[in-house]
């Protein structure tokens, strides 16, 4: 059986084809447009497939029960609810990342954290959007997504199998990625489980699997490709982890984006196509060495 593929703008994705890697900006911008550009120009020049946000209408996405949550942040104490509307970005600053990501030559999407930002962002005619972990049990939000016809990339974290195959059956019929991820930050070796990839890639067979992950470091990411194949890997991107705020920790900088986008290259060129031959570099050793 020919392995499973998606296609997101122009770039095939799948077992066939070179690792898809995203690099999710998310909210590490805290509400600066000039942040989040000078993100998405480091995680280009590194050679990412993507780049990432989030986007919300806080007054929707909020839970009722967090909004009036005081929270210390770097313009003082602010409830939950206006610290998430000090940091979201709106019309005028997706209009400027846009236009950059096109300038660069770069993709870009989003993970919807609500219906109406489902409908915000069809109006920069996304590539595919991104269902965050806190919503695959959410069927009206899933149903609006499927409705878009884009592909769809679902992230798994704190959830079930049951709730995984439940949002799988309500997206049938939309080009579909699965990635596996555990939703702590930064997430605790013990708890990465990467043989996850693995259970997924055998109960949905016909679907792209992928890897979302939130740890220090690379080397689960690349191991994640390497050993389990994960088709996608999406992985936190900042210009420094000790910057305000919660992803910051299980972010990458410069250094690691380079890194890791280097590795997972050189482990699809040390894999091959699994033909064996004899290479013109091993025919002076042979010639010395073989006695017969």
């Not at 998405?40 to 919300?56: C, N, P, T, W, Y």
């Not at 939000?141 to 439940?166: D, F, N």
């Not at 990839?197 to 220090?216: D, M, N, Q, W």
């Not at 050189?266 to 699994?274: P, T, Y």
Request: glycine fraction near 6%.
């Amino acid at each position: 059986m020919r392995a499973p593929s998606i296609t997101i703008g122009k770039r095939k994705i799948g077992a066939d084809y070179p690792t898809f890697l995203i690099a999710e900006v998310g909210i590490n911008h805290n509400g600066d447009v000039k942040i989040a550009k000078q993100i998405i120009k480091l995680a280009h020049e590194a050679g990412f497939d993507a780049v990432k946000f989030q986007k919300r209408n806080p007054d929707v996405s909020v839970p009722e029960h967090q909004k009036p949550i005081p929270r210390e942040t770097p313009w003082g104490v602010l409830s939950y609810l206006d610290y998430k509307k000090k940091i979201e970005f709106w019309d005028k600053e997706f209009k400027e990342i846009d236009k950059y990501c096109k300038k660069l030559g770069i993709m870009w999407f989003a993970s919807p954290w609500d219906e109406e930002s489902v409908d915000f962002l069809e109006k920069y005619n996304v590539p595919a959007h991104k269902v965050p972990s806190a919503l695959l049990t959410h069927e009206s939000y899933l149903r609006r997504i499927k409705k878009t016809g884009k592909p769809v990339i679902l992230s798994t974290g704190m959830s079930t199998e049951a709730e995984i195959k439940r949002a799988v059956s309500i997206l049938k019929g939309v080009p579909l990625a699965i990635l596996h991820c555990t939703s702590t930050y930064p997430c605790a070796m013990e708890e990465l489980n990467l043989h996850y990839i693995a259970t997924l890639k055998k109960k949905f067979p016909r679907t792209v699997i992928g890897y979302s992950g939130h740890e220090t470091g690379i080397s689960p990411s690349v191991v994640a490709v390497a050993a389990y194949g994960a088709d996608i890997v999406e992985r936190h991107v900042t210009l420094n982890r000790t910057s305000w705020g919660t992803d910051q920790a299980a972010s990458l900088e410069k250094h690691g984006m380079e890194t890791l986008v280097r590795d997972v290259r050189n482990v699809q060129r040390m894999k091959g196509d699994g033909k064996k031959r004899v290479y013109k570099s091993e025919l002076p050793v042979k010639k010395k060495l073989r006695k017969v």
